[in-house]
């Protein structure tokens, strides 16, 4: 590599930028006791399967079929509150769609859903799970285990099937929990 000149202008001009300099006595740092930064806590790592109250099992419920509707209110809920979560009063918050996922994927991507659902304080959420024409002897897996998981988080107050134009029997509204209803 041949070194490169420089005119004695554009030394001149860079000294003039810098402006004044001075040496140093030693490159090194040295750290003192209070220049350490203070540790913190490590977050607390949740396993969102633990919203999932094993109470309810697949026995518990019917199974349903392709065109049927899905509908679950908490106990101790009045029955107006699904017919408000039917007609669209809570607005919906956020959305996840679940074609196409295996039932340990949907499982895993719809509690990660809901655990930051309720962390951004979402009052109604949309899920798509399809109707499950494609499943084997035409029962909906997927739709089936939607409805046991609702049923067994303990964040979801209420759920039903969603209107004709939001994907009627293949999706569902759920009304979650605020730090009001506790």
Not at 33 to 38: A, I, L, R
């Amino acid at each position: 590599m041949t070194k490169k000149i420089i005119s004695e202008e554009d030394s001149e001009l860079f000294r003039q930028s810098i402006g004044k300099i001075r040496t140093l006595q030693s490159d090194k740092v040295l750290l003192s006791p209070q220049d350490k930064p203070k540790p913190f806590p490590k977050p607390k790592v949740e396993n969102t399967e633990d919203r999932l109250l094993p109470a309810i099992t697949s026995y518990d419920i019917d199974a349903v079929g392709l065109e049927d509707s899905l509908s679950y209110l908490k106990p101790g809920l009045q029955k107006t509150v699904l017919k408000k979560l039917r007609q669209g009063y809570f607005g919906l918050d956020g959305e996840l769609d679940l074609h196409g996922l295996n039932s340990n994927e949907a499982k895993r991507q719809l509690l990660f859903f809901l655990d930051n659902a309720l962390k951004r304080k979402y009052r109604c959420v949309h899920i798509v799970h399809g109707k499950g024409y494609r499943s084997v002897e035409n029962q909906p897996i997927l739709k089936n285990n939607i409805n046991l998981w609702l049923r067994q988080h303990q964040d979801v107050l209420a759920f039903c099937s969603a209107s004709q134009k939001d994907g009627g029997t293949g999706a569902v509204f759920v009304l979650l929990r605020t730090k009001n209803d506790q």
